[in-house]
Nanobody, 110 residues
Framework: VQLQASGGGLVQAGGSLTLSCTGS??????MAWYRQAPAKQREMVAT???????KYADSVKGRFTISRDDPNNILYLYLNSLKPEDTGVYLC???????WGQGTLVTVSS
């Protein structure tokens, strides 16, 4: 089981980024994105279930969108209207296997 996240970077407030998480040896049917900000607890940002339903943290509702490309086994997180408080390491997690990918750093400057 291997999950590889990518797409992070430095962006100005109000900007956008697209994060990807590629699964190898694991289905991406039930997946979540988490965020680890400096000196804060890791928090769930967005979840997508096998049936397609999604769930978001209140802090990102209306700004972030989670989706997946099933044929290619890729999970996405579209980050829009970014704020400095969105800064952190973003990690993908397979909920059924409880497997975590390495994170990708998002830094939002004011």
């Amino acid at each position: 089981v291997q999950l590889q996240a990518s797409g992070g970077g430095l962006v100005q407030a109000g900007g956008s980024l697209t994060l990807s998480c590629t699964g190898s040896g694991v289905s991406i049917a039930d997946m979540a994105w988490y965020r680890q900000a400096p000196a804060k607890q890791r928090e769930m940002v967005a979840t997508i279930f096998s049936g397609g339903s999604t769930k978001y943290a209140d802090s990102v509702k209306g700004r972030f969108t989670i989706s997946r490309d099933d044929p290619n086994n890729i999970l996405y997180l579209y980050l829009n209207s970014l704020k400095p408080e969105d800064t952190g390491v973003y990690l993908c997690r397979n909920l059924l296997a409880d497997s975590w990918g390495q994170g990708t750093l998002v830094t939002v400057s004011s």
